[in-house]
């Protein structure tokens, strides 16, 4: 089972749109977790970063949440454009080792229609 | 913009031939990752080089082979490709340190899509 779970597995929202996409993890011991985003045929771009000690963090229209005692985070996404189509990523590392492991979940595919 | 550079971006090639995707970052990261990426699924890691001369396997058995003779170059090689070979392969790169927001964060290539007939 993996670590670290993302839901939806798809959207589809319409252009000025808010949506939220959901991360789950069970990865112990925790060091940080990053959503990244994955342009079609491209390699994954970070977005934001968030450790133990942050609950809330925005980048633009992109705001990350962490709840490091439920092992949830969440992304939202706010006036949705259709440069948001893309796969969120979420990706959590551990404190296994000096770089950490990674863990990544499978994807949230976004589709922004206008 | 991250200055890390796949080529090539798309293969198609016949079963038994041997290929090589390169990857070159300008970065000066010591750190350097190959992740194969099927679709709907997760990054899987299946080799990663903390330096010259360091090579490591990753977590996904893979029967290619890499080498890291140059801090900047990091090639994968497939001696004899298959069908079970095609997918999505992306290069990475980090810093090195243990403290600092960058720390852990990975610079991806654009991929190198490899189709096996």
């Known amino acids: 089972k993996n670590q670290v779970e993302q839901s939806p597995q798809s959207l589809i929202i319409l252009e000025g749109k808010n949506c939220t996409l959901q991360c789950n993890y069970t990865v112990s011991p925790f060091s940080n977790l990053r959503w990244y985003k994955q342009d079609t045929g491209r390699g994954p771009v970070s977005l934001t970063i968030?450790?133990?000690?942050?609950n809330t963090k925005s980048n633009g229209r992109y705001t990350a949440t962490l709840d490091a005692d439920t092992k949830q985070s969440s992304l939202h996404i706010t006036a949705s454009q259709l440069s948001d189509s893309a796969s969120y990523i979420c990706v959590v590392s551990d404190r296994g080792s000096t770089l950490g492991r990674l863990y990544f979940g499978r994807g949230t595919q976004l589709t922004v229609w206008p | 913009e991250a200055d890390i550079y796949q080529t090539p971006r798309y293969l198609v090639i016949g079963t038994g031939k041997k290929i090589t995707l390169e990857c070159s970052q300008t970065?000066?990261?010591?750190?350097m990752y190959w992740y194969q990426q099927d679709p709907g699924m997760e990054l899987h890691l299946i080799h990663y080089s903390y330096g010259v001369n360091s090579t490591e396997k990753g977590d996904l058995s893979s029967e290619s082979t890499v080498s890291r003779i140059r801090t900047e170059h990091f090639p994968l090689t497939l001696e004899s490709a298959r069908p079970s070979h095609t997918s999505q392969y992306l290069c990475?790169?980090?810093?090195?340190?243990?403290?600092?927001?960058?720390?852990?964060?990975?610079?991806f290539g654009e991929g190198s899509r490899l189709t096996v007939l």
């Open positions: 968030m450790t133990f000690s942050e």
């Open positions: 990475a790169s980090s810093e090195s340190g243990t403290s600092g927001e960058n720390t852990g964060e990975l610079f």
């Open positions: 970065m000066g990261h010591d750190k």
